[in-house]
């Protein structure tokens, strides 16, 4: 797909924020799926604002018109962890207080959609979930999963469907509101037929949905765009009722510009709305890299809407867009929830000047040399204990801060050298470095942005040796 200029972004976005208000149904801040009639009051966040009321939680409705689902939707991905102390003795770090308070902050303000994974959390997340979410009617949330069968050794029938059963255990649940197969695109056709196809689990899950324990059927995406437009050209048969899809406002036509295989937000969602399939967004904040912006950038948005956080921007985005059912976002702390509820309670659609606005800071953005992580630890455990996420994470702090020793010459050299070498030694251990990888390539296939990660590895690699050589 080629970018669009300025007169064609504002032309395929301009009717967004007109018709938005004729699709979209508002609840209550209390009351999660039902209806209520109380308003609430929430503090922190980011914004500087200081205490701010909320309203009515936007709401969208499903492909069949039966389900109103908050347009805040909890990804829970990024459980908040106890320290290594607590860690129980099966490995399972998710610290489940926490989790519980903030589950019921999020439901007690109209949040209803949850998305889990059997992969996420080191395995935990279904179980954290299902205990957090049991304790509320099951009236009152619709819970999301997935058939992650990415290992070849659950790959057969008998493991597909061992490990739907087994979602069903720890969630807690007789039924899944919206079950979807687990990243699609990755590896194209072949592999998609080898997981969902050949083994006869495409067949299982429909079944379940015409019994129903499966409400709601989808996927989501990454990847290969021939998937993507194959599944839908059989939406006749499959009759899909919802699509997960990776979209923002640096996606929505840069996508392509990022990484290899990508595919431009603005088509995958415009083939969703060609069939009338609500999209749920995946990585609003790209990894949370939109709200960790270089400074100038920060500021750049503050100077539109003074009273908006940098990350808010991100979500309203999405929001704006009439056929979005949900947007996921991954809250492990209270401040992180509170300032998105302010986004949803109610949903303020963006204008067509804000979208261009965006577009602006996109291409603002995109001349920073940052890796397009978005931190989903896919690509763990390397073989030879590198940490992936972490040394792609901290570089783009660094880049983002300014911290980037360019110049020997330059009269801030020394200094800058300085911070970014101990920075990166206090950030991840020597042990675990980019000067560690063979270049085996094994994690390569695992990232749905696509990285080439061992040749991103050996650039930072060879930067931290130049500045420890002082070059």
């Not at 619709?142 to 057969?156: H, M, R, V």
């Not at 570089?395 to 020997?408: M, Q, R, S, T, W």
Request: net charge neutral; proline share 5%; charged share 25%.
């Amino acid at each position: 797909m080629k970018n669009l200029d300025r007169r064609e972004f504002l032309k395929r976005v301009g009717a967004a924020g007109a018709v938005v208000g004729a699709t979209v149904a508002l609840d209550s801040c209390t009351g999660g799926a039902g209806t209520g009639a109380v308003s609430g009051v929430i503090t922190g966040g980011n914004n500087g604002t200081g205490e701010k009321p909320i309203g009515p939680m936007t709401h969208r409705t499903n492909r069949r018109g039966d389900d109103q689902v908050s347009l805040l939707g909890y990804g829970c991905m990024r459980w908040p962890t106890v320290s290594r102390s607590k860690v129980q003795p099966d490995g399972n770090d998710i610290d489940q207080e926490q989790v519980n308070r903030l589950v019921d902050y999020a439901i007690e303000h109209g949040v209803n959609y949850f998305d889990a994974s059997p992969v996420y959390c080191k395995g935990f997340c279904e179980k954290a979930t299902g205990i957090a979410l049991s304790r509320h009617p099951r009236e009152s949330y619709y819970i999301a999963t997935k058939l992650s069968n990415f290992a070849e050794s659950l790959q057969s029938r008998e493991a597909g469907i061992r490990m739907f059963q087994n979602s069903l255990r720890e969630l807690q649940v007789d039924y899944i509101d919206y079950y979807l197969l687990h990243s699609v695109g990755g590896g194209g056709m072949a592999n998609f037929s080898k997981r969902y196809l050949d083994n006869g689990m495409l067949d299982y899950c429909m079944e379940q949905r015409e019994k129903g324990v499966i409400r709601n059927l989808g996927f989501s995406f990454h990847g290969d765009v021939e998937v993507f437009n194959w599944l839908l050209a059989n939406d006749d048969k499959y009759h899909w009722d919802f699509v997960q899809i990776q979209m923002n406002y640096v996606d929505w036509l840069h996508a392509e510009e990022q990484s290899r295989n990508n595919v431009n937000a603005v088509y995958l969602y415009g083939e969703l709305q060609k069939r009338g399939i609500p999209a749920v967004i995946m990585e609003p904040l790209l990894g949370g890299r939109l709200s960790k912006l270089p400074v100038h950038v920060q500021n750049h948005l503050k100077e539109r809407r003074p009273d908006m956080s940098v990350a808010s921007w991100a979500f309203r985005f999405c929001g704006t867009y009439p056929g979005v059912m949900t947007v996921l976002s991954g809250m492990t702390y209270m401040e992180h929830l509170q300032d998105n509820l302010r986004s949803f309670c109610p949903l303020d659609a963006l204008t067509d000047e804000d979208l261009a606005y965006l577009e602006e800071t996109a291409n603002n953005i995109l001349t920073y040399p940052t890796v397009p992580c978005n931190d989903c630890n896919y690509c763990m455990p390397c073989p030879y204990g590198i940490n992936i996420p972490a040394i792609f994470v901290h570089y783009n702090k660094l880049v983002n801060e300014g911290v980037v020793p360019k110049d020997a010459e330059d009269p801030d050299y020394r200094e800058l050298r300085r911070k970014y070498l101990i920075s990166f030694d206090r950030a991840v251990p020597a042990i675990r470095q980019a000067d560690h990888c063979i270049g085996c390539n094994q994690c390569s296939s695992h990232c749905p942005q696509n990285i080439r990660i061992p040749q991103q590895l050996r650039r930072i690699a060879k930067r931290i040796e130049d500045l420890r050589q002082n070059l």
